[in-house]
T-cell receptor, first 110, second 115 residues
Framework: KQEVTQIPAALSVPEGENLVLNCSFT??????LQWFRQDPGKGLTSLLL?????REQTSGRLNASLDKSSGRSTLYIAASQPGDSATYLC?????????FGKGTRLSVIA | DAMVIQNPRYQVTQFGKPVTLSCSQT?????MYWYQQKSSQAPKLLFH???????NEADTPDNFQSRRPNTSFCFLDIRSPGLGDAAMYLC??????????????FGPGTRLLVL
């Protein structure tokens, strides 16, 4: 059974810092990995999708990497802003629908 | 343009009183999912429809049912809500179930409160 773990559970940084969020998964037989953003009380917004054959994807200040063989992904956020404050969830898709981690709650302090 | 719409956004019900949550999509996707998310927890898949084919997760309580009358709409019925069913309910869609490029599109969620 696929399990997804995200570390840290919460993170607080001053504005302008670069930061890394971590995601690990137990079964490397995946089709893709996605990073989502969730604002308090809201639904999920897809940020990046990395196919299993890819190593990384970039969108603006966000860069996600995937090391499928070791079961790890990182989300790098450059020059963080207060508007980046949210919960970031990692999810993997294999032969089942998406399996999610619990997320990392990020606070960027102005 | 809204692609996955959930109504209502907030629902208050009484203990044991049946409640229905609604989801609609404008994407014409084959697959529709229902997730339950409790505070600070990962979204938990309850079930999904692949077209008209219903797929229940093994640990989804019998208290939760679903209907998909057509491609665009999917409903979540909670027959006898308990206090433990208070949560955010997320609806999502995807074009297919597998494939490296497949992504899921989520609605804004319905927050359910059980009194």
């Amino acid at each position: 059974k696929q399990e997804v773990t995200q570390i840290p559970a919460a993170l607080s940084v001053p504005e302008g810092e670069n930061l890394v969020l971590n995601c690990s998964f137990t079964d490397s037989a995946i089709y893709n990995l996605q990073w989502f953003r969730q604002d308090p009380g809201k639904g999920l917004t897809s940020l990046l999708l990395i196919q299993s054959s890819q190593r990384e994807q970039t969108s603006g200040r966000l860069n996600a990497s995937l090391d499928k063989s070791s079961g790890r992904s990182t989300l790098y956020i450059a020059a963080s802003q207060p508007g980046d404050s949210a919960t970031y969830l990692c999810a993997v898709r294999g032969n089942t629908p998406l399996v999610f981690g619990k997320g990392t709650r990020l606070s960027v302090i102005a | 343009d809204a692609m996955v719409i959930q109504n209502p956004r907030y629902q208050v019900t009484q203990f044991g009183k049946p409640v229905t949550l609604s989801c609609s999509q404008t994407l014409n996707h084959n697959v529709m999912y229902w997730y339950q998310q409790k505070s600070s927890q990962a979204p938990k898949l309850l079930f999904h429809y692949y077209d008209k084919d219903f797929n229940n997760e093994a640990d989804t309580p019998d208290n939760f049912q679903s209907r998909r009358p057509n491609t665009s709409f999917c409903f979540l019925d909670i027959r006898s809500p308990g206090l433990g069913d208070a949560a955010m309910y997320l609806c999502a869609t995807s074009r297919d179930r597998t494939g490296a490029r497949e992504t899921q599109y989520f609605g804004p969620g319905t927050r359910l409160l059980v009194l």
